[in-house]
């Protein structure tokens, strides 16, 4: 299963981003992706980001994510 995790670009330099989502930092390459800013919401996976996406998409689906962990259907 593969599965790619919404986060905010929070820098770029060159084709890197920094990202986070809840205090958590990640480097992703940006080389999959046009017009990428800091602030915008990516898929990240594998250390790529693979899709731009809205805040309110990222939204739904953390919060599916967040779901499935408190239901216990991601082991630990």
């Known amino acids: 299963m593969c599965l790619g995790v919404p ?3 929070k820098s770029i330099a060159d084709d890197l981003a920094v ?3 809840d205090g958590v930092q990640r480097e992703a390459s940006l080389m999959m ?3 990428v800013r800091v602030g915008d919401y990516v898929l990240i996976h594998a250390g ?3 899709e731009k996406i809205d805040e309110a998409e990222a939204q739904l689906t953390l919060d599916a994510l967040r ?5 216990g259907l991601f082991p630990e």
Do not use: K, R
């Open 67 to 71: 779901a499935a962990l408190d239901e």
């Open 19 to 21: 990202c986070e989502i």
């Open 7 to 9: 986060m905010q670009v």
């Open 48 to 50: 790529f980001a693979i």
């Open 33 to 35: 992706l046009e017009d």
